[in-house]
């Protein structure tokens, strides 16, 4: 309602009635639709479906005219050892008679891996035919990934402590990445004392474009990368599972030792997960993962950090350790470089003059602190008796020693 400067009091209340007569005879009733229960229940019969191989049960709750691609995913899902697969319907919009689109957060488990569930988010058009509901439409929320399985026939190879699975590759080429794997899952192991699953899922994708989308992101902020690790930080058992995403490009360009390198790199992040959380920097999360993939190699600091090297030689000693903008993508990539060797210097520096078991303490002190800010200096004094400035200091004279 609008009100003119200078109107009388009774004049506005003579017109209220009236406006509200108005707008109660106009309204129109809300379109009918299925309740979230109502939709839940049929999404729960659809994913018992699934989990028990049935396929006619499957495809009970869609519209005739997704058939094919159902049971084309179907099919596809049929490799895939799941444990679990369910949803959760978050929101319902009513969009008129007979139609509603739903959100939903689908979660599945890969049977003897997962403990919790790899989570997505999609949306769901309905409608309504002779009394019964049925999914018109299933897609993938604005800005959540795409599935593996969505990307073509997905090759499943088992090892020891891994399961890869493929799309667009060959089973010799899986299984090489599942041996490399099941190499860095005992490598972790023997590093890092914590609770965790003591397995991981790889994927691989046929190009990085593939790996772009099963990341929710464009290809090129992910070209430089070999592999990336998916999860929640700091999540606890319930949080999402992890996915290592391979870069079929990057990776397939290095050596042996640096494939090895990579996977137990992204491993650690697997096991570390519940210990990594918001007041954990970069520089101890991702050099903690390079100095257990470096541990026991016999690589000197010249050979593990050649652009900090370079930097050091040249009189370019750095004043601090990087912080977290130093590790963005799609910059310089020898800057870049040399952040990730900063930190994994600075663990090097930990584990060799207070030793390993403090290294993994100091980790852990960190990521237990309520905050970011004061974390790395309430570890710093109580795990290694020392102080930021002291530290950095240590850390400095150590680049000068080591790479000078």
Not at 15 to 44: N, Y
Not at 310 to 326: F, I, Q, S
Request: aromatic residues 6%; contains cysteine.
């Amino acid at each position: 309602m609008a009100f003119r400067p200078g109107g009388a009091v009774r004049g506005a209340a003579a017109v209220l009635p009236a406006v509200l007569l108005v707008v109660g005879g106009c309204a129109a009733p809300a379109p009918a639709g299925p309740s979230s229960q109502e939709i839940q229940s049929l999404l729960d019969r659809h994913a018992r479906a699934l989990l028990a191989r049935d396929e006619p049960g499957y495809l009970a709750a869609l519209d005739p005219a997704l058939a094919p691609a159902a049971r084309t995913e179907f099919d596809r899902l049929a490799t895939i050892p799941l444990g679990g697969w369910s949803y959760t319907v978050t929101d319902v919009d009513r969009t008129g008679q007979g139609r509603a689109t739903a959100r939903a957060e689908l979660g599945y488990r890969i049977k003897g891996y997962d403990s919790g569930s790899a989570t997505t988010e999609r949306v769901l058009d309905l409608a309504e035919r002779d009394g019964r509901w049925y999914v018109t439409g299933d897609r993938a929320a604005e800005g959540a990934p795409q599935q593996l399985w969505q990307q073509g026939e997905v090759t499943a190879v088992p090892g020891t402590h891994s399961l890869v699975l493929g799309v667009g590759q060959s089973r010799d080429r899986l299984r090489e990445i599942a041996a490399a794997a099941d190499r860095a899952v005992p490598a972790v192991g023997d590093a890092w004392h914590g609770a965790w699953a003591g397995r991981v899922v790889v994927l691989v994708p046929a190009s990085i474009d593939a790996m772009g989308r099963l990341l929710g992101g464009p290809a090129d902020s992910y070209r430089g990368m070999a592999a990336v690790t998916t999860g929640r930080a700091g999540g606890g058992p319930a949080a999402p599972a992890d996915r290592v995403i391979v870069n079929p490009d990057a990776y397939g360009v290095l050596g042996a030792f640096g494939r090895q390198l990579v996977l137990t790199h992204e491993t650690t992040h697997v096991a570390t997960r519940e210990r990594t959380t918001p007041s954990t920097p970069v520089w101890l999360s991702e050099g903690f993962a390079d100095w257990v993939a470096y541990r026991g190699t016999g690589r000197t600091a010249d050979q593990a950090a050649p652009e900090l090297g370079r930097a050091v030689r040249a009189g370019d000693l750095p004043a601090a350790l990087p912080d977290d903008a130093a590790f963005a993508f799609g910059g310089d990539a020898e800057a870049l470089a040399r952040a990730y060797e900063g930190g994994w210097l600075a663990c090097e520096l930990i584990a060799d003059r207070w030793g390993e078991e403090r290294l993994t303490a100091f980790y852990r002190a960190v990521g237990a602190h309520p905050a970011r800010d004061g974390a790395v200096e309430k570890a710093l004094r109580e795990v290694l008796d020392t102080t930021p400035e002291e530290f950095t200091a240590d850390w400095r004279t150590s680049l000068g020693e080591r790479l000078g």
